[in-house]
């Protein structure tokens, strides 16, 4: 969770951008589709598009694979800009005590009964 006015796709990558921390997702892929911002944008559009100021996510999902397109605002001529492509394979399921230890799961605290 967050604020911030850029697009990514993060994946097996360590870049994850300016002022976050480097964090071992696995074959977990995280997207931020943050762009926009006005005045108070990260990134400022370029007039060719070639930029992850504004723009959109288009995600195609198959038996096999996950595939995410990430699109520019265009620039002044408005053209379909592909800033990137990841594609995504299916990951194995794992044990609830590999992701607890990991801090993806965290225990609930136990209710009193009534």
């Known amino acids: 969770s967050g604020h911030t006015h850029w697009q990514h796709v993060y994946y097996q990558t360590e870049d994850q951008g300016p002022g976050l921390e480097i964090m071992d997702m696995g ?3 995280h997207v931020v ?14 007039a060719n598009g070639q930029d992850d100021a504004y723009g959109f996510m288009d995600v195609a999902l198959t038996a096999k694979e996950m595939t995410i397109y ?26 609830i005590s590999e992701l607890k230890q990991r801090g993806f799961i965290f225990e609930a605290e136990e209710e009193a009964p009534a």
Not at 33 to 46: N, Q
Not at 72 to 92: A, F, M, Y
């Open 27 to 29: 074959g977990t892929v």
């Open 33 to 46: 589709s943050g762009g926009g911002g006005g005045i108070s944008a990260d990134v400022y559009p370029l």
């Open 70 to 95: 990430a699109y520019s605002h265009g620039g002044t001529s408005k053209d379909l800009v592909l800033r990137s492509t990841t594609v995504v394979p299916p990951i194995q399921r794992q044990p």
